[in-house]
């Protein structure tokens, strides 16, 4: 199975021997969630910063964090100067929250050598490690990489049209409080609820605290929902950055058809047409 994480000590000695890495920090600026570890401070050295909130996200679209056009993200990496080649390593500010985002948007466009920090900037941290207070300036590539399109992405109409043709299981990454619409959305205006014959396997059940599940740990979780190997899987949460944390870690424990809904609850809640379980 393909390598997905890699640990604060390991990153260190390839460092240390010199291999040439591109470390990059996706953490957002803010977030929604108040159940992930509190931020650490300060910034892994030579690290650039990897933009979820613009650069790596559709500026123009209404729903937050949705994913750019392939020449967008081609654009942002050549900025970045990320080739299709390097080998790269994508951490965050609180453990494991969007890095993974970052993570399933490099290796679907086609990079072939992208890991996650495990533990995040915190487990670099707290192993000793020393840490920058700026940015590295990137070299920025004379022309854009070879991107791919990205096509493991599904959009309102493809789960709309699920509900009847049951093609893929929907799971939603939200807390069991937002999905059974005890708890209030934290985006203003936003209803709670869930999606029809969609399951919840909030992101918190395949961490633990600022690290991932092992392989079988994870395996057990899905399983306990009804969840099989031979599923598709589609995954959601409230804008797209938590689902792609189960949805990674169902790469971890060996799941293979594994697509994103972009829009996820942010644009399903803002349809009047759409059905909303509570």
Request: net charge neutral; hydrophobic share 40%.
């Amino acid at each position: 199975m393909k390598k997905i994480l890699i640990s604060a000590q390991e990153l260190a000695n390839q460092m240390a021997m010199g291999k040439k890495i591109k470390i990059l920090d996706a953490s957002l600026r803010s977030s929604v969630s108040n159940t992930v570890n509190e931020m650490a401070n300060g910034i892994i050295p030579r690290a650039l910063k990897f933009d979820l909130d613009e650069g790596f996200s559709d500026s123009l679209s209404v729903f937050p964090h949705t994913l750019p056009s392939r020449d967008m993200i081609a654009e942002s990496c050549q900025k970045l100067g990320l080739d299709i080649k390097d080998s790269i390593v994508v951490y965050d500010n609180k453990g494991i929250y969007s890095s993974p985002r970052a993570y399933w948007m490099l290796t679907e466009s086609g990079f072939r050598d992208v890991l996650i920090l495990d533990g995040g900037l915190k487990s670099w941290v707290e192993s000793g490690h020393s840490v920058d207070n700026a940015f590295s300036v990137p070299n920025t590539l004379k022309s854009c990489p070879n991107v791919n399109s990205i096509s493991n992405v599904k959009n309102t109409q493809e789960v709309r049209d699920n509900l009847s043709s049951k093609h893929f299981k929907l799971i939603d990454a939200r807390s069991s409080g937002r999905f059974l619409g005890n708890d209030p959305e934290p985006r203003k205006g936003l209803k709670s609820g869930s999606i029809p014959k969609s399951l919840n396997i909030p992101f918190a059940n395949v961490l633990n605290e600022a690290f991932y599940l092992d392989e079988k740990q994870i395996y057990d979780v899905f399983a306990k929902k009804g969840i099989a190997k031979s599923d598709s899987l589609v995954f959601s949460c409230g804008s797209g950055i938590t689902a792609c944390i189960v949805l990674v870690a169902a790469k971890i424990a060996g799941f293979e058809s594994t697509s994103l809904y972009d829009g996820s609850w942010s644009e399903w809640a803002a349809d009047e047409k759409n059905e909303i379980v509570i």
